[in-house]
């Protein structure tokens, strides 16, 4: 039997050939259709039929969470300038060991030029007192 001389009676209506193909492609995919509705309805059913749970705590601790690491940034910050400040107090300490070293070096030569002047002093007063007496012998 070919689909040409196929036929298909429904009430007083008769179709024929192509027609039957037709019909049956549409009434097919429109069954197919509600099916893949009625799958998506029950499946979106299912989902708003789970507990969502309170989530208001783990809102609140986000929140704290990220005011601490804020905090932990510009700590972080203030750091890395304190880091760059000891490191130029470092530099200048450096500078100052060689200052006070050459200071102490000063001051050595300069204890033996104290010692050195009190020692002339007393030479030209004794001088000065032999001076005296060779002026005037008598006194």
């Known amino acids: 039997m070919s ?27 429109i069954g197919g259709t509600v099916w893949t509705a009625s799958s998506l309805y029950s499946r979106l059913e299912a989902v708003e039929a789970k507990k969502i749970p309170n989530i208001s705590p783990l809102r609140e601790n986000l929140g704290t969470l990220g005011t601490r690491l804020d905090t932990l940034l510009s700590q972080q910050e203030k750091l890395l300038e304190l880091n760059t400040d000891v490191s130029k107090l470092a530099n200048e300490i450096e500078a100052m060991k060689g200052t006070v070293a050459k200071a ?5 030569d300069i204890g033996d030029v104290d010692g050195k002047i009190k020692t002339l002093t007393k030479e030209v007063e ?5 001076m005296d007496y060779l002026s005037n012998p008598l006194k």
């Open 126 to 130: 004794d001088l000065w007192q032999g």
């Open 3 to 29: 689909l040409e001389k196929s036929e298909l009676k429904i009430g007083n209506t008769s179709f024929k050939g192509v027609w039957i193909a037709i019909v049956m492609t549409i009434g097919t995919s």
């Open 104 to 108: 102490e070096i000063i001051i050595e």
